[in-house]
């Protein structure tokens, strides 16, 4: 059985530009999370996705915004990037929005300079 | 505020010994409280979870403990190995019903193993 999978692994932008972060989850998994994770911070909630609609969000601005589509699958996009942005972002799947039984991808370590 | 605060920030030992690291929340309602280990560059990856009536739970030489009255958390390595380096990450569920957003996570604890 696949694990959730992020694409791509690394990315480099610059300042300024956007960038759109992808997710697949587990097979059958309908609940899709994002978080962003910095060495200061640790592990912030940026927003999670349920059947095509966001149920939750956390605290970030405007420029952060996602969407899932009918096969579960999720992207995140970062608008007007900014150095602060850098971090590894990353995005865990459960069969609902189950806070119980939910599995983590590998992330997407993102590089803004 | 619900919060979760770990200690200590970064360990180092030597292969072969043992150690434990802390976990204190104050997060309320509290449904679960779960151990994850991430490698460097890594998404985490569930240790153990356990529910309030739970007070122990083992997953080989990885053991953690719950006091749901003083509301620490502790994780037990035993035998550590070279691949233990990590870090571990205490996190928290608020009981508000099922949703990812209900998380509270710790900083983690960055655990060296040196041979």
């Known amino acids: 059985k696949a694990g959730v999978t992020q694409t791509p692994r690394y990315l480099i932008k610059t300042r300024g530009q956007q960038v759109t972060l992808s997710c697949s989850p587990i097979?059958?998994?309908?609940?899709v999370s994002w978080y962003q994770q910095t060495p200061g911070q640790g592990l912030q909630f940026l927003f999670e996705?349920?059947?095509?609609?966001?149920?939750n969000k956390g605290n970030f601005p405007g420029r952060f915004s996602g969407r899932q589509f009918s096969n579960s699958r999720s992207e995140m996009n970062v608008s007007t990037l900014e150095l602060g942005d850098s971090a590894l972002y990353l995005c865990?799947?459960?069969?609902?929005?189950?806070?119980?039984?939910?599995?983590f991808g590998s992330g997407t370590r993102l590089t803004v300079v | 505020k619900n919060q979760v605060e770990q200690s200590p920030q970064s360990l180092i030992i030597l292969e072969g010994k043992n150690c434990t690291l802390q976990?204190?929340?104050?997060?309320?309602?509290?449904?679960?409280l779960r151990w994850y280990k991430q490698d460097t560059g890594r998404g985490p990856v569930s240790l153990t979870i356990?529910?309030?009536?739970?007070n122990t739970k083992s997953n080989g030489r990885y053991t953690a403990t719950l006091d749901a009255d003083t509301k620490q958390s502790s994780l037990h390595i035993t035998a550590s190995q070279l691949s233990d380096s990590a870090s571990y990450i205490c996190?928290?569920?608020?009981?508000?019903?099922?949703?990812?957003?209900?998380?509270?996570f710790g900083k983690g604890t960055k655990l060296s193993v040196k041979p």
């Open positions: 097979s059958g998994h309908r609940s």
């Open positions: 996705y349920f059947s095509e609609t966001q149920r």
């Open positions: 356990m529910t309030f009536s739970e």
């Open positions: 976990c204190n929340y104050t997060v309320s309602p509290f449904s679960n």
């Open positions: 996190v928290v569920s608020v009981n508000y019903g099922g949703s990812q957003g209900n998380l509270i």
């Open positions: 865990a799947s459960s069969f609902n929005r189950d806070a119980y039984g939910y599995t």
